[in-house]
């Protein structure tokens, strides 16, 4: 297996740097192959902006960035920052995103990573045979799997089903479905440890020996079971068919 580690946390005397040490040695330990993105250790710059893509010919003309990114990376022309991380995803069957959970989604500078490196004709917005766009189950990343680790300052109840956070499957709804799925990234369920900030030195080496034990088995770890918008449980409009969970809404309905 060949995995990138994408990690976002600043402080390396962290809960999560630890967990990130534990969990990289675990695979190598396994004989896999890791690479990393630490992105706060690489200084990785965050927005998107011009300096990502060449200036246009005509300054006049409207520019719809997802359209420059897409010339650029056509083009060869993205900024360097970018061409390396998308070269470490082409390399990797496995990508593992591992965050504190800030504000109910990941620090900015994953964000950021999202925003500069999975951009339009490389993650997305690539087209089947059929001239169909490939999302949801299928894109340009279709046939790698994707985890996240995370911390949450919360306790369980608290990111349970009925819990006051919200449930934490829709929580990471938009990492998951969003943007894993989207690509064609299978999501596998996330490793989270609740708790964190409460966490003894006891509780790090559970949560540590908890980790290796999930990366153990993660070649046989069932994705989370999303549904393809091209098998046919969407109708033409991109909503789900009635007879799927009828009655139901909210974002677990897209889960079969
Ligand atoms: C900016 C910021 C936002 C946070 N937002 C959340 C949140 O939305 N939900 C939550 O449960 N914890 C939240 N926390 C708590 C962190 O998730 C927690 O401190 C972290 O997981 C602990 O891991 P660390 O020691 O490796 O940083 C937040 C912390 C910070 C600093």
Do not use: C
């Not at 976002?8 to 190598?28: F, I, K, M, Y």
């Not at 965050?99 to 994953?110: E, R, S």
């Not at 046939?143 to 449930?167: D, E, L, N, W």
């Amino acid at each position: 297996m060949k995995t990138l580690w994408i990690f976002a946390h600043p402080e390396a005397r962290s809960l999560n740097a630890a967990l990130r040490d534990t969990g990289v040695a675990a695979l190598r330990e396994a004989g896999h192959q890791v690479r990393e993105s630490d992105l706060y250790a690489m200084g990785w710059k965050p927005v998107v902006d011009g300096a990502d893509f060449p200036a246009r010919e005509r300054p006049e003309d409207r520019l719809l960035v997802g359209d420059a990114q897409e010339h650029a990376y056509r083009t060869g022309e993205l900024s360097r920052d970018i061409r390396a991380e998308q070269e470490k995803i082409e390399w990797a069957d496995t990508l593992v995103f591992h965050f504190p959970l800030w504000w109910f989604g990941p620090p900015a500078i994953l964000k950021g990573w999202f925003d500069r490196v999975l951009v339009q004709g490389f993650a997305f917005g690539v087209q089947d045979a059929e001239g169909r766009t490939r999302r949801y189950g299928d894109g340009g990343l279709a046939g790698k799997r994707a985890m996240v680790v995370t911390s949450v300052g919360a306790r369980p109840s608290s990111f349970g089903p009925r819990g006051i956070h919200g449930y934490v499957e829709d929580v990471l709804f938009p990492v998951h479905h969003g943007t894993f799925w989207y690509t064609g990234m299978a999501a596998l369920p996330p490793f989270v440890v609740y708790g964190a900030d409460r966490s003894t030195e006891a509780d790090v080496k559970e949560r540590q020996e908890e980790l290796r034990e999930r990366l153990r088995n993660l070649d046989a770890l069932a994705p989370l079971p999303f549904r393809y918008e091209a098998g046919g449980d969407y109708d033409a409009d991109l909503v789900l068919r009635p007879e799927l969970a009828p009655g139901r809404t909210g974002l677990q309905v897209h889960s079969a």
